[in-house]
């Protein structure tokens, strides 16, 4: 199984406090991924990172940031939780080639429950 | 832009009986196809996948087969098990920009 640790693995928050999801990661795979997971939307990606300091945009980014300062950690902060980012927020990685080129591995969730 | 439609859930079958759960997909160039699975209470974790058209992924029993003409990827098994109870993602990817795009999940319960 991929090395892929989330942290906390549960926090519940009040709205308006500042929120920081850890994922680490012990496979040095260059890239990895943000996404959160809602009935009836499925999991839709926040943000990636395809290399140290190089991070990107998905499709749902409004309100969070993420910041990649080594290989192995990939950090997602709400500034200001709000009630819509009540949800589970899953880490991923992957690698372009090799035999498993393009799989992501995922870690086990960090479920986040804003009040 | 890239997406990938799944049928509605929840699918309910009894053990050994055949499943099928459609995917279709929308997407420039040619893209990688998977079928992901995920257990309650875990992560996600990949069951099969297919990189080119006409190409079959097998695991575990389940079966897809890409197929270009339709833009589709059901997956499919023969005779399933109670512990097949799960959500099933189907998704793409564009290599070009190596961001999965997941279709919404098919939820599974499989009943002795």
């Known amino acids: 199984d991929a090395g892929i640790t989330q942290s906390p693995r549960h926090k519940v928050t009040e709205t308006g406090t500042p929120v920081t999801l850890r994922c680490h990661q012990t496979e040095n795979h260059r890239y990895m991924y943000w996404y959160r997971q809602d009935p009836g939307h499925g999991l839709r990606l926040i943000h990636y990172?395809?290399?140290?300091?190089?991070?990107d945009k998905g499709e749902v980014s409004d309100g969070y940031s993420v910041s990649r300062s080594k290989t192995e950690d990939f950090l997602l902060t709400l500034e200001s939780a709000t009630s819509s980012q009540t949800s589970v927020y899953f880490c991923?990685?992957?690698?372009?080639?090799?035999?498993?080129?393009?799989?992501?591995?995922f870690g086990e969730g960090s479920r986040l429950t804003v009040l | 832009g890239d997406s990938v439609t799944q049928m509605e859930g929840p699918v309910t079958l009894s053990e050994e009986a055949f499943l099928t759960i459609n995917c279709t997909y929308t997407a420039t160039g040619y893209p990688s196809l998977f079928w992901y699975v995920q257990y309650p209470g875990e992560g996600l974790q990949l069951l099969l996948k297919?990189?080119?058209?006409?190409d079959k992924g097998s695991n575990k029993g389940f079966e897809a087969t890409y197929r270009k003409e339709t833009t589709s990827f059901h997956l499919e098994k023969g005779s399933v098990q109670v512990s097949d109870s799960a959500v099933y993602f189907c998704?793409?990817?564009?290599?070009?920009?190596?961001?999965?795009?997941f279709g919404t999940g098919t939820r599974l319960l499989v009943s002795p």
């Open positions: 991923a990685i992957s690698e372009l080639i090799g035999p498993r080129g393009g799989e992501l591995f």
């Open positions: 990172s395809y290399g140290v300091k190089d991070t």
């Open positions: 297919a990189t080119k058209a006409d």
């Open positions: 998704a793409l990817l564009n290599t070009g920009f190596q961001k999965l795009v």
